[in-house]
């Protein structure tokens, strides 16, 4: 069965980028799922980051589109999450996710399984 | 300010029965379909809800969906310790395009 497991650095300084990488492991990266990233804030909800295909199509959050990068490394069956310009408001726990998408009569359906146990990035100086 | 709408919090006694309501517009759950997560500490968060009412497989059937209009419901029967956890819905908003989630329901068995 599909794990993912997410890695990077744990602190990152104010308007430095932030870089994750997801390893997926029991399964292809190329296959037809929409590879997602979401954090949670201390004490807040979920917010979805975005997701990418293994072709390399991109969907980001309006919210975020202007400093957030997702990428794909087939050969090392891992996609990674860069965001720049960070400050403490970005400060959260980063989960990756498989995303499965369809569409039935114009309606979307979009799940999220399985996830990563999750990685706490600082934004502190 | 999450898009969809929870309460912040529910609580029952063990073998009771909780609902979660998950209210949003018609760009997101009034047109599309909804997914519900259960987030424990220190674990991944899990798929228990997809396509409104259904249930991934290894889920049992005391977790339940429903969708009427724009708003969804999660019900957990027979309660128990273990249920004690946050839980999120989640659903595609055609105005964002992008995934929005509720702000989280926190489970507590009295």
């Known amino acids: 069965q599909v794990q993912l497991q997410e890695s990077g650095p744990g602190l990152v300084k104010p308007s430095g980028t932030l870089s994750l990488t997801c390893g997926v492991s029991?399964?292809?990266?190329?296959?037809?799922?929409?590879w997602t990233w979401v954090r949670q804030p201390p004490g807040k909800g979920l917010e979805w980051i975005g997701e990418?295909?293994?072709?390399?199509?991109?969907n980001y959050h309006p919210s975020l589109k202007s400093r957030v990068t997702i990428s794909v490394d087939k050969s090392k069956n891992q996609f990674s999450l860069k965001l720049t310009s960070v400050t403490a408001a970005d400060t959260a726990v980063y989960y990756c996710?498989?995303?499965?998408?369809?569409?039935?009569?114009?309606?979307?359906?979009?799940?999220?399984?399985?996830w990563g146990q999750g990685t706490l990035v600082s934004v502190s100086s | 300010q999450s898009v969809l709408t929870q309460p912040p919090s529910v609580s029952a006694a063990p073998g009771q029965k909780v609902t979660i309501s998950c209210s949003g517009t018609s760009t997101n759950i009034g047109k599309n379909y909804v997914s519900w997560y259960q987030l424990l500490p220190g674990t991944a968060p899990q798929l228990l809800i997809y396509d409104n009412d259904r249930r991934p497989s290894g889920i049992p059937d005391r977790f339940s969906g429903s969708k009427s209009g724009t708003s969804a419901t999660l019900g957990i029967t027979g309660l128990q310790t273990g249920d004690e956890a946050a839980y999120y819905c989640g659903a595609w908003d055609f105005s964002l395009s992008a995934v929005v989630f509720g702000g989280g329901t926190k489970v507590t068995v009295l």
């Open positions: 996710a498989r995303g499965r998408h369809t569409a039935v009569a114009g309606s979307a359906s979009i799940w999220l399984q399985p």
């Open positions: 029991g399964g292809s990266i190329s296959s037809n799922n929409w």
């Open positions: 990418i295909l293994h072709s390399g199509t991109t």
